[in-house]
């Protein structure tokens, strides 16, 4: 079913070709076929380009988050603090999400339809088209364009909040959580 519809998308684009931008690394999308998941391939479609925009799960981004706390709640006078800020990888995330944005942006840009696909669809594929659309439409620049950008990206598209932010949750170490929207809101920033 899913390829039908993509596969529709990719012959009504007048000639251009459809871009499926995979916001994981490749080797996760391909990790996730072991387990009965997978990714589109671009063989499935006419006229369509698959790219992987390598940019790092929840895991990662929730670890890196946590270091960047350690320092900031640190209180030893560190010489080292801004090495350490970079051995967070917390700019090297949001350069990724930024990279991948601007490709979607330029993709956009130049004509092509594009295909924004993850794991799941609800964390980096929010932050993918959010900040894309911020950037391509300047309503969403405004205060009611950016809560309906908020409303439409993140809550109609199901990114769960009380999972990965568990705001009251006792459960504070649940591997569910990450900063996915507070990682957006700093690239936003």
């Known amino acids: 079913e899913d390829e039908a519809l993509v596969g529709a998308i990719a012959d009504v684009s007048l000639g251009k070709a459809l871009y499926l931008l995979d916001a994981r690394p490749r080797a996760n999308a391909m990790g996730n076929t072991v387990r009965g998941k997978g990714y589109e391939m671009s063989e499935h479609y006419n006229n369509s380009k698959l790219e992987f925009l390598g940019i790092a799960n929840i895991h990662g981004?929730?670890?890196?988050?946590?270091?960047?706390?350690?320092?900031?709640?640190?209180?030893?006078?560190?010489?080292?603090?801004?090495?350490?800020?970079?051995?967070?990888?917390?700019?090297?995330?949001?350069?990724?999400?930024?990279?991948?944005?601007?490709?979607?942006?330029?993709?956009?840009?130049?004509?092509?339809?594009?295909?924004?696909?993850?794991?799941?669809?609800?964390?980096?594929?929010?932050?993918?088209?959010?900040?894309?659309?911020?950037?391509?439409?300047?309503?969403?620049?405004?205060?009611?364009?950016?809560?309906?950008?908020?409303?439409?990206?993140?809550?109609?598209?199901?990114?769960?909040?009380?999972?990965?932010?568990?705001?009251?949750?006792?459960?504070y170490t649940d591997q569910q959580r990450s900063p996915v929207f507070i990682q957006f809101l700093d690239c936003v920033f």
């Not at 004509?111 to 669809?121: A, F, Q």
Request: with cysteine; aromatic share 10%.
């Open 61 to 171: 981004v929730r670890q890196s988050y946590q270091s960047v706390e350690a320092i900031c709640l640190s209180e030893s006078s560190d010489d080292h603090w801004l090495s350490n800020l970079d051995s967070s990888k917390w700019f090297d995330h949001m350069r990724d999400i930024l990279s991948g944005t601007a490709k979607c942006v330029d993709v956009v840009k130049a004509g092509h339809p594009v295909l924004l696909h993850c794991s799941d669809g609800w964390d980096r594929t929010a932050q993918l088209s959010s900040l894309s659309m911020l950037l391509l439409d300047s309503y969403y620049r405004t205060i009611v364009g950016f809560q309906v950008l908020i409303q439409k990206e993140w809550l109609g598209f199901g990114h769960k909040f009380m999972d990965r932010i568990g705001h009251g949750d006792k459960n």
